[in-house]
């Protein structure tokens, strides 16, 4: 039975890179053929990688950016998609820049899948309930919406789950200083990632080799910028990049946000949100500081779902980390699968959020976040040293 189940969950994983393949070979340009568009968010970092290459000076440049876009949009279409991560960001994508847009898409959806499937087998392995189902829960991690759409939609959310996973792995085994590493690359999504190294510090007896670990990849990221825009390129992205893109993204993307602060903000209310986050973050804290036999992928899994809810800056895509925690509640908790799988449903809802007071992916955070915190003691299975973080 257990076989057969690993073989009906493979059909998602290999349909997927499938689907795309034939999706690009059937369209027509950068439209495939129902009229939909293909690419999603990658024009931004693919026109991006291409900017830096040519004149870096120019990347928070709205119409520079919409000059490196303009083969990579169907050309109906007179916008472009803004750019506003760190410059070195645009490093990673440069390799993307020597394929034909359409292969790199290809290659970056793959890429992304891998990461995904990496991650999940890493947290599975951390999880001995979850041991054996691996395929299954890889599967499901594809299927859940905002990691399905962010896997499609040239977004990076499977390099999030990866550097979390791979950084509860280093701390199950005892290095620290690995831990930081996988969070300090983190760092490329700072809104998510410091959050999450502070509630993970908070847990760990050796926090000093761990936020070691997180200022040597820091170093070499602002190595990075330094060589594309100078010394001081953290105030120019902040000023140019961060800030600009925050403003106009509130309206662009006022139905795809989902964390309380910018949530509490389309409200008209910024400091109900900005409340909410910190009680947030205090009875996470509090959980986490004060709750026995809590293995690092809980602790992990909990501080990335708190911090979808109170970054800053969280799209749809974003919450695709909480199912992290979802996987850990199925562990911790298995009488709650039938709630897990409501929260797992909820998630395809996100849609339809045009038509709804609220956005379903936060409702879906709050609830990962509250079963992975939850649950019914420890995870069986696990030895004594690896359930100290």
């Known amino acids: 039975m257990r076989r057969r189940l690993d073989l009906y969950a493979l059909v998602l994983p290999i349909g997927l890179v499938v689907g795309v393949v034939a999706l690009l070979a059937t369209s027509h340009g950068l439209r495939t053929v129902r009229g939909g568009r293909i690419g999603g968010d990658l024009p931004a970092f693919y026109g991006a990688a291409r900017m830096v290459r040519a004149d870096p000076s120019r990347l928070y440049d709205w119409d520079a950016q919409r000059a490196a876009q303009r083969d990579l949009l169907p050309p109906e279409e007179q916008g472009w998609i803004a750019y506003a991560y760190p410059p070195f960001v645009a490093i990673a994508y440069l390799p993307?820049?020597?394929l034909p847009f359409k292969a790199a898409y290809a290659v970056h959806t793959i890429v992304m899948t891998a990461l995904c499937a990496a991650a999940m087998m890493l947290a599975c392995r951390l999880l001995p309930p979850l041991a054996g189902r691996r395929i299954l829960?890889?599967?499901?991690?594809?299927?859940?919406?905002?990691?399905?759409?962010?896997?499609?939609?040239?977004q990076n959310t499977a390099v999030s789950l990866t550097c979390a996973a791979a950084a509860a792995a280093a701390l199950t085994t005892?290095?620290?200083f690995t831990a930081g590493l996988w969070l300090g690359a983190w760092l490329f999504k700072p809104q998510l990632a410091l959050p999450v190294a502070a509630i993970v510090a908070l847990r760990t007896p050796a926090r000093g080799r761990l936020l070691a670990g997180v200022a040597v990849v820091a170093a070499i990221y602002y190595a990075i910028g330094v060589a594309i825009a100078g010394p001081a390129w953290p105030a120019w992205w902040w000023r140019a990049g961060?800030?600009?893109?925050s403003a106009a993204d509130q309206i662009v993307d006022r139905n795809n946000a989902?964390?309380?602060p910018e949530l509490a903000s389309s409200f008209g209310m910024p400091a109900v949100g900005w409340i909410a986050a910190i009680v947030v973050a205090a009875i996470v804290a509090w959980r986490v500081w004060g709750t026995k036999d809590l293995p690092p992928i809980a602790v992990m899994a909990s501080a990335a779902a708190a911090a979808i809810l109170i970054a800053p800056h969280a799209l749809y895509?974003?919450?695709?980390?909480?199912?992290?925690?979802?996987?850990v509640a199925a562990a911790r908790a298995p009488k709650r699968l039938p709630v897990i799988a409501v929260v797992y449903l909820l998630a395809?809802?996100?849609p339809f959020r045009a038509a709804l007071p609220l956005p379903p992916l936060t409702a879906v955070a709050v609830a990962a976040l509250w079963l992975s915190l939850s649950g019914d003691g420890m995870i069986r299975g696990m030895s004594a040293p690896e359930r100290r973080v």
Request: charged share 5%; net charge neutral.
């Open 96 to 98: 993307l820049t020597l």
């Open 137 to 154: 829960v890889t599967a499901a991690a594809l299927g859940f919406y905002p990691i399905f759409r962010a896997v499609l939609g040239g």
């Open 174 to 176: 005892g290095s620290p």
């Open 242 to 245: 961060a800030v600009p893109f």
């Open 258 to 260: 989902i964390s309380f």
């Open 317 to 327: 895509y974003d919450a695709g980390l909480a199912f992290l925690a979802l996987t």
């Open 348 to 350: 395809w809802t996100q």
